[in-house]
Protein backbone atom coordinates (compact mmCIF):
# COMPACT_ATOMS: atom_id res chain seq x y z
CA UNK A 1 0.00 0.00 0.00
CA UNK A 2 1.54 3.31 -0.73
CA UNK A 3 1.98 5.87 1.74
CA UNK A 4 -0.26 9.20 1.34
CA UNK A 5 1.27 12.69 2.64
CA UNK A 6 -0.23 15.49 3.09
CA UNK A 7 2.78 17.73 4.31
CA UNK A 8 0.26 19.26 6.74
CA UNK A 9 0.77 16.70 10.02
CA UNK A 10 -1.10 15.18 12.65
CA UNK A 11 -1.18 17.68 15.53
CA UNK A 12 -4.94 16.68 16.45
CA UNK A 13 -6.23 18.69 13.48
CA UNK A 14 -7.87 18.28 10.60
CA UNK A 15 -9.26 20.62 7.57
CA UNK A 16 -13.00 20.96 6.45
CA UNK A 17 -13.58 21.53 3.07
CA UNK A 18 -12.98 25.46 2.37
CA UNK A 19 -9.40 25.47 4.79
CA UNK A 20 -10.56 25.66 7.77
CA UNK A 21 -8.98 23.40 10.43
CA UNK A 22 -10.67 21.83 13.57
CA UNK A 23 -9.70 19.40 16.27
CA UNK A 24 -10.07 15.88 15.53
CA UNK A 25 -12.42 15.87 18.67
CA UNK A 26 -14.27 18.46 16.99
CA UNK A 27 -17.89 17.59 17.27
CA UNK A 28 -18.55 18.05 13.49
CA UNK A 29 -15.93 15.62 12.62
CA UNK A 30 -17.56 12.87 14.91
CA UNK A 31 -20.49 14.08 13.19
CA UNK A 32 -19.28 13.40 9.94
CA UNK A 33 -17.89 10.17 10.93
CA UNK A 34 -20.59 8.86 12.19
CA UNK A 35 -23.12 9.97 9.23
CA UNK A 36 -20.26 8.38 6.75
CA UNK A 37 -20.86 4.88 8.71
CA UNK A 38 -24.63 4.87 8.70
CA UNK A 39 -24.07 5.82 4.66
CA UNK A 40 -21.92 2.67 4.52
CA UNK A 41 -24.07 0.69 6.66
CA UNK A 42 -27.29 1.95 4.21
CA UNK A 43 -24.78 0.35 1.34
CA UNK A 44 -24.60 -3.28 2.88
CA UNK A 45 -28.12 -3.18 3.40
CA UNK A 46 -29.09 -1.91 -0.40
CA UNK A 47 -26.81 -4.89 -1.92
CA UNK A 48 -28.18 -7.27 0.08
CA UNK A 49 -31.89 -6.30 -0.64
CA UNK A 50 -33.96 -8.06 -3.27
CA UNK A 51 -36.45 -5.76 -2.31
CA UNK A 52 -36.76 -2.52 -5.32
CA UNK A 53 -38.70 -0.70 -3.03
CA UNK A 54 -36.97 -0.61 0.28
CA UNK A 55 -33.53 0.21 -2.13
CA UNK A 56 -35.32 2.97 -3.38
CA UNK A 57 -36.18 3.84 -0.04
CA UNK A 58 -32.46 3.10 1.42
CA UNK A 59 -31.01 5.09 -1.76
CA UNK A 60 -33.00 8.37 -0.88
CA UNK A 61 -31.54 8.03 3.22
CA UNK A 62 -28.16 7.54 1.69
CA UNK A 63 -28.30 10.68 -0.90
CA UNK A 64 -29.85 13.01 1.95
CA UNK A 65 -27.27 11.76 4.81
CA UNK A 66 -24.38 12.12 1.78
CA UNK A 67 -25.73 16.10 1.84
CA UNK A 68 -25.58 16.28 5.57
CA UNK A 69 -22.34 15.09 5.44
CA UNK A 70 -21.22 17.45 3.52
CA UNK A 71 -22.49 20.31 5.34
CA UNK A 72 -20.98 19.20 8.74
CA UNK A 73 -17.76 18.74 6.91
CA UNK A 74 -17.71 22.47 5.43
CA UNK A 75 -16.61 26.04 6.75
CA UNK A 76 -18.90 28.43 5.48
CA UNK A 77 -16.27 29.07 2.66
CA UNK A 78 -16.34 25.48 1.20
CA UNK A 79 -20.41 25.68 1.43
CA UNK A 80 -20.37 28.69 -0.81
CA UNK A 81 -18.39 26.81 -3.42
Known amino acids: MANLYTKTGDKGSTSLFGGKRVSKNDYKVE ?22 DIKSYLNKIQRKLFIVGAELASDEKGLSM
Open 31 to 52: CYGTIDEAISMLGVAYSQSKNE
